[in-house]
Every structure is written in structure tokens, then in C-alpha cells.
């Protein structure tokens, strides 16, 4: 099969559907490992993680025919998966109301067994507000540049970059204190 670039590929892609997959296939290939890491990275679990993701090809393929390059490809299919992520954690909290407080209560946050410097970081990672986490995953795990990233978190360009700032100020200063 040729190579083609992304536009190509989009642009071959929205003639073909709905019959022809093919090009579909080779346009999202690159992204998956990245989506897969994403999702997992958000939701915490792998089997939510691949939902999301399954979730996310399917809408993006339903959907592909109305996507303009208003963002690139990259940014949009994000978008679509992180708001499959954040439906994913909407429908995990109706599940645990439905749990009687002992279950909520047996919840208990996993520390790291040693000091060891990833699960450290980890777990510090992991104790951020969504929104800074999702900011900090979308810049060192997709490669996204902050406009991208405003655009996918919806906020404005400035309040990504300051949130950025502050957690990296947090971690450094967190980190040369766990040392």
C-alpha cells in the first residue's frame, strides 16, 4: 500500500467511507499505542482503558466525514478520547454510589513498597487534580503542544501553561524532598 501523508489519508479516507475501511486502518495505526497509553494513564485500569479506546476509533470513524482542519488530526481524535475518558470516570462514580460505604471505605491508596524514584514520581503524578494530570499526559505521553492541549481540556491557553508551570514546581520541589 502507498504512503500517504496525514491529509491524504483523511482526504482518502472521508471518499471511501462507508464501505472501504482500509485507508481508515492506516490512518489510525500510528496513534493507537499512544491512545492506549493515554487512556490507561487516565483511567487506571486496562480494560476501561481499551473500552475508551475501542469507544473512541468507533467515533471517530462515525464521525470522520464531518472533521475539518480546524486542529489536526492528533488533537481531534484526543479530544474524542479524552471525553470518552471522562465519561468512563462519570459512569465508575454512579457505579461505586451504588456501593455501601464500606466498600468506599476499604479504598486505600497504594504507597510504594521502597523509594524508588518512577514510583515516587507515579504516585505523585496520581495524586494531581484530573485536569493537571490530564495536561502533564497529553505533553510527555501524546507529544501535544499546549495549544493542542487547551483546545482538547478546553481551557484557554494561558490557564494550560500555568498549570504546567505549577506542577512542574510541585514535582521538583516533592522530589528533592523524598530524596
Given at each position: 500500500?502507498?504512503?500517504?501523508?496525514?491529509?491524504?489519508?483523511v482526504?482518502?479516507?472521508?471518499?471511501?467511507?462507508?464501505?472501504?475501511?482500509?485507508?481508515?486502518?492506516?490512518?489510525?495505526?500510528?496513534y493507537?499505542?499512544?491512545?492506549?497509553?493515554?487512556?490507561v494513564?487516565?483511567?487506571?485500569?486496562?480494560?476501561?482503558?481499551?473500552?475508551?479506546?475501542?469507544?473512541?476509533?468507533?467515533?471517530?470513524?462515525?464521525?470522520?466525514n464531518?472533521?475539518?482542519?480546524l486542529?489536526?488530526?492528533?488533537?481531534w481524535?484526543?479530544?474524542?478520547?479524552?471525553n470518552?475518558?471522562?465519561?468512563?470516570i462519570?459512569?465508575?462514580?454512579?457505579?461505586?454510589?451504588?456501593?455501601?460505604?464500606?466498600?468506599?471505605?476499604?479504598?486505600?491508596?497504594?504507597?510504594?513498597?521502597?523509594?524508588?524514584?518512577?514510583?515516587?514520581?507515579?504516585?505523585?503524578?496520581?495524586?494531581?487534580?484530573?485536569?493537571?494530570?490530564?495536561?502533564m499526559?497529553?505533553?510527555y505521553?501524546?507529544g501535544l503542544?499546549?495549544?493542542?492541549?487547551?483546545?482538547?481540556?478546553?481551557?484557554?491557553?494561558?490557564a494550560?501553561k500555568?498549570r504546567?508551570?505549577?506542577?512542574?514546581?510541585?514535582?521538583?520541589?516533592h522530589?528533592s524532598s523524598?530524596?
Amino acid at each position: 500500500m502507498s504512503s500517504f501523508n496525514e491529509r491524504q489519508l483523511v482526504a482518502l479516507v472521508q471518499e471511501s467511507l462507508p464501505y472501504d475501511t482500509r485507508y481508515f486502518q492506516q490512518l489510525i495505526t500510528p496513534y493507537l499505542p499512544k491512545l492506549k497509553g493515554y487512556c490507561v494513564k487516565v483511567l487506571g485500569n486496562q480494560p476501561d482503558a481499551e473500552e475508551a479506546v475501542q469507544e473512541t476509533i468507533i467515533k471517530a470513524l462515525t464521525n470522520l466525514n464531518g472533521f475539518k482542519w480546524l486542529v489536526s488530526f492528533q488533537s481531534w481524535l484526543f479530544k474524542i478520547a479524552h471525553n470518552e475518558c471522562i465519561n468512563k470516570i462519570r459512569e465508575r462514580r454512579w457505579d461505586i454510589m451504588q456501593y455501601d460505604d464500606d466498600y468506599l471505605d476499604s479504598l486505600e491508596a497504594e504507597q510504594p513498597a521502597e523509594n524508588d524514584i518512577n514510583l515516587v514520581l507515579a504516585n505523585m503524578i496520581d495524586s494531581l487534580s484530573f485536569d493537571d494530570r490530564n495536561i502533564m499526559l497529553l505533553r510527555y505521553r501524546t507529544g501535544l503542544d499546549f495549544q493542542e492541549i487547551a483546545d482538547i481540556c478546553e481551557m484557554k491557553l494561558s490557564a494550560v501553561k500555568m498549570r504546567h508551570k505549577r506542577v512542574l514546581e510541585y514535582l521538583t520541589t516533592h522530589m528533592s524532598s523524598e530524596q
